[in-house]
C-alpha cells in the first residue's frame, strides 16, 4: 500500500523559510515522479511544484518559482520542500503527491496526473 506523509507544517512570520518532508512508503520510487501541491481555505486545490523520476527535471507554479525548491532523494525515498521568502498567500494544507510513470524525464502539473496522495500538512504565514 502506497503512503506519503507529510512533516514540517507549522505557523512562521512572513519573510521565514520552512522546509517540508515527504516520506513514502510502499513503492518504488524511482518509479514516480512527485509533486506538491496546497489548498488554501476555500479555494482549490493548486499545482506547487513537480519533479520527474530521476529529480533533474523540476517545475514550479509561478506564484512561488524562485522562493521554493524542490529536492527528491531516491535513496532515501523522500522529496522535500524547501520554501523561503514565505508570504501570507502561501497560508495553505500542502499536499504531497505522487504518479507512476514509464517516462523519466517529465514532470506533471496537473492535479489529475496524480494517483497517491498524503494528508497535507498546514503552513501558516503570518503577516
Known amino acids: 500500500q502506497v503512503q506519503l506523509v507529510e512533516s514540517g507544517g507549522t505557523l512562521v512570520q512572513a519573510g521565514d523559510s520552512l522546509t517540508l518532508a515527504c516520506a513514502t512508503s510502499g513503492l518504488t520510487f524511482s518509479n514516480y515522479a512527485m509533486g506538491w501541491f496546497r489548498q488554501a481555505s476555500g479555494q482549490e486545490r493548486e499545482f506547487v511544484a513537480g519533479t520527474s523520476r530521476t529529480g533533474l527535471n523540476t517545475i514550479y507554479a509561478e506564484s512561488v518559482k524562485g522562493r521554493f525548491f524542490l529536492f527528491r532523494d531516491n535513496t532515501e525515498n523522500t522529496v522535500t520542500l524547501a520554501m523561503h521568502s514565505l508570504k501570507a498567500d502561501d497560508t495553505a494544507v500542502y499536499y504531497c503527491?505522487?504518479?507512476?510513470?514509464?517516462?523519466?524525464?517529465?514532470?506533471?502539473?496537473?492535479?489529475?496526473?496524480?494517483?497517491?496522495w498524503g494528508r497535507g500538512t498546514q503552513v501558516t504565514v503570518s503577516s
Open positions: 503527491a505522487a504518479h507512476r510513470t514509464k517516462f523519466t524525464s517529465v514532470r506533471y502539473t496537473r492535479r489529475d496526473d496524480y494517483e497517491h
